[in-house]
């Protein structure tokens, strides 16, 4: 069997807000291969770079291991690498230049390559993967061991006298219980732990129950796990959940899933599990304000230990979530944040300004439904169009030659829309403003409610004011 060596390309500290942020998880799809490849008998080992300056972190663990495959698998579970960031892309070609000056052969898989797998290649890649990876790493290296022909099989692009050859992408996997644990025990967790308790006072670890999603929102791409939606049964999450605190002892869990707990009847039925096995956990998801709307879901979902909920608002205005075929009203939103709120959960907002048709009355519903309802918290974006989505196609005659953003916080408007890019960041910037001010009201109103004040939220009443006045101003100047 050869030596493979399984990594990944997503470093925190290229992504100056990621790394400021402070709240870094290891590459969960990453470790997922690695446990399948050593099911399968191949003698693995995992460098997770996650935490390291750069790709350059590469090179001595080339030295030392001597692997004869590197396979560079970036995890899809992971948001930020569906955002095909192009100073990522930039290190894995690097990564890619290293692997094959050590005389190895190179796997890649990951987003960016599924949509863009020529320029992996040209830099040296053996092949790529495409879409979800597991089955046909496995079979690349089998037919490698075994000195076959390997061109054939399904999911993989490779050149052939520099043109690109892309083989049908197979079915995806849907008997997820069949797949091992991913290999906890062979990352360490703890630069993480410190990194975590440094910024936020407890440690967090990532896991998913499901891969895909059916829902159809026109500028969200799924290269890897598609429209299809596949489920782990709750036993089997459990078990993971049980290796997990026996190695690592995380405090706190982030369930990466696209869309939590979709299955009928699989929250309530996870909720019992965790009760029979003992097991306590906290926990936050990822979800749609129209699935969390029965009162029942929302008990079970508290009763397994859910703190925090995500979910994709994105704007207060119907015609605008009309538009991105979100499927959701604006009126689902109220009412699902208030019933987690009832329930103690706390509910966090994913908005996105700039769709095409958005007018300056939908960013204004928007903030206005931000005020009214007051999540925990936010996240501010532009609408960045992704390859193999409907938006791309609709606006790609209008992208220029920057097709990515940089870093996650580049927030470059791409196309044409309502406003100048300059308008948008500082449309950002506005919005967070006005939502801090918000808060600092409502600590404020506490004070005089008699009840017990976030003193330094009241205090911040000195600095967002300002910043909303001058945000304001500069705004309507651009």
Same mark, same amino acid.
Not at 46 to 53: A, E, H, K, N, R
Not at 425 to 452: E, I, N, P, T
């Given at each position: ?9 997503? !470093? ?66 992971? +948001? ?75 999911? #993989?692009?490779?050149?052939?006298? %520099? ?5 049908? &992408? ?35 670890? =990532? ?8 829902? &159809?929102?026109?500028?969200?791409? @799924?290269?890897? +796990?598609?429209?299809?939606? =596949? ?6 999450? #459990? ?19 696209? $869309? !939590?707990?979709? @299955? ?16 306590? $956990? ?5 979800? *749609? ?34 538009? /991105? ?17 009832? &329930? ?20 204004? *519903?928007?903030? *206005? ?6 999540? %925990? %918290? $936010?996240?501010?974006?532009?609408? +960045? ?5 409907? !938006?791309?196609?609709? #606006? ?7 097709? =990515?953003?940089?870093?996650?916080? %580049?927030?470059?408007? /791409?196309?044409?829309?309502?406003? &100048? ?8 910037? +506005? ?21 017990? /004040?976030? #003193? ?15 945000? *304001? ?6």
């Amino acid at each position: 069997m050869a030596r493979t060596l399984v990594t990944h390309s997503y !470093f925190y500290r290229l992504d100056p807000k990621q790394w400021k942020d402070a709240r870094p998880y290891p590459p969960l799809g990453t470790i997922q291969l690695a446990a399948l490849l050593r099911q399968r008998g191949h003698h693995v080992q995992v460098f997770d770079p996650g935490l390291s300056t750069g790709p350059e972190a590469l090179a001595p663990v080339l030295a030392a291991q001597r692997p004869d495959v590197l396979i560079i698998q970036d995890d899809s579970f992971n +948001y930020l690498t569906k955002m095909c960031l192009s100073v990522m892309r930039e290190a894995a070609l690097h990564m890619i230049g290293q692997g094959t000056a050590a005389g190895c052969r190179v796997l890649v898989n990951s987003s960016d390559a599924t949509d863009h797998p020529q320029a992996y290649l040209q830099a040296g890649a053996t092949a790529v993967i495409l879409g979800e990876s597991e089955e046909a790493m496995a079979e690349v290296l089998a037919h490698w061991d075994a000195e076959q022909p390997w061109q054939h099989l399904a999911n #993989v692009a490779y050149l052939e006298s %520099d043109q690109l050859i892309a083989r049908p &992408k197979r079915p995806v996997l849907r008997a997820l219980d069949e797949l091992p644990p991913p290999a906890w025990d062979l990352i360490d967790t703890a630069p993480y732990r410190e990194r975590w308790q440094r910024s936020q006072g407890f440690f967090s670890l =990532n896991m998913a129950t499901t891969r895909g999603c059916p829902f &159809k929102c026109n500028w969200c791409a @799924k290269p890897i +796990y598609g429209n299809r939606y =596949n489920s782990r049964s709750p036993e089997h999450v #459990v078990d993971e959940i049980a290796m997990v605190q026996r190695l690592h002892r995380p405090d706190h869990l982030w369930f990466a899933d696209d $869309i !939590f707990g979709l @299955k009928p009847g699989w929250v309530q039925r996870f909720a019992v599990v965790l009760e029979e096995r003992g097991i306590k $956990i906290r926990y936050k998801i990822q979800s *749609r304000v129209d699935l969390l709307l029965e009162s029942d879901t929302i008990d079970a979902l508290v009763r397994s230990g859910l703190e925090e909920v995500w979910v994709g608002a994105e704007s207060g205005s119907q015609h605008i979530l009309d538009a /991105m075929d979100k499927g959701t009203r604006v009126e689902q939103i109220g009412a699902a944040t208030r019933l987690l709120k009832e &329930k103690g959960v706390r509910v966090c907002f994913f908005l996105q300004f700039g769709y095409p048709g958005e007018t300056d009355a939908d960013v204004e *519903r928007t903030i *206005r439904m931000v005020e009214e309802l007051m999540p %925990d %918290d $936010i996240g501010v974006s532009v609408s +960045y169009p992704l390859p193999g989505t409907p !938006f791309y196609e609709r #606006v790609q005659t209008e992208l220029g030659t920057k097709a =990515n953003w940089t870093d996650s916080d %580049d927030l470059a408007m /791409m196309f044409r829309s309502q406003h &100048k890019p300059d308008y948008y960041k500082r449309l950002h910037r +506005y919005v967070h403003a006005r939502y801090r001010k918000r808060q600092a009201q409502q600590a404020l109103l506490d004070l005089f409610r008699g009840r017990s /004040m976030d #003193v330094h939220r009241g205090l911040s009443m000195f600095y967002y004011l300002p910043a909303v006045i001058t945000n *304001r101003i500069r705004l309507a100047a651009l």
